[in-house]
């Protein structure tokens, strides 16, 4: 069970997973060592999937953001793996999302620019058979992302 202290040390470790263990411990008023045994438990339960680093997609020449919403076809499920696995190999492919609604799939793309995101759609996307047609809304700018779970 995730309790207050871990709430804390996790939107601690949101925010900048390069912490120390003794700056972390300190920030919550623990010892060292009960903060490292709390950490670990999360990691091993599974509440903490990975750390990482937040890169800007700007700083590095992504300047083309879209959401993408993907109709199927058909609903073959030897189709549906193919388009999965495509879509996870894709490095424009930043999150893909299986919904409820009139799309099957929702896409996050990142890329360099217009021309890029059209030989993302002509190359890759149009030619995966499980793919009926997409929908394209542009990013025009980004109001809130990789905000802490602090639920």
């Known amino acids: 069970?995730?309790?207050?202290?871990?709430?804390?040390?996790?939107?601690?470790?949101?925010?900048?997973?390069?912490?120390?263990?003794?700056?972390?411990?300190?920030?919550?008023?623990?010892?060292?060592?009960?903060l490292w045994r709390r950490v670990r438990a999360l990691e091993e339960t599974g509440v903490i999937d990975?750390?990482?680093?937040?890169?800007?997609?700007?700083?590095?020449?992504?300047?083309?953001?879209?959401?993408?919403?993907?109709?199927?076809?058909?609903?073959?499920?030897?189709?549906?793996?193919?388009?999965?696995?495509?879509?996870?190999?894709?490095?424009?492919?930043?999150?893909?999302?299986?919904?409820t609604g009139?799309?099957?799939y929702h896409l996050r793309v990142l890329t360099r620019d217009l021309a890029a995101y059209n030989r993302f759609l002509d190359e890759f996307l149009f030619r995966l058979p499980a793919v009926s047609s997409a929908q394209t809304n542009v990013v025009l700018r980004t109001i809130k992302r990789d905000r802490p779970i602090t639920a």
């Open 102 to 104: 009139q799309a099957d």
């Open 1 to 34: 069970m995730i309790d207050d202290r871990d709430r804390q040390i996790l939107t601690l470790l949101q925010q900048d997973c390069r912490i120390s263990n003794a700056e972390l411990a300190e920030a919550v008023g623990m010892s060292a060592s009960a």
């Open 50 to 99: 990975r750390y990482g680093a937040v890169v800007n997609p700007e700083a590095m020449g992504l300047g083309f953001e879209a959401i993408v919403h993907v109709h199927l076809t058909r609903h073959d499920p030897e189709k549906i793996i193919e388009f999965i696995r495509a879509v996870e190999t894709s490095a424009a492919v930043q999150e893909c999302y299986a919904t």
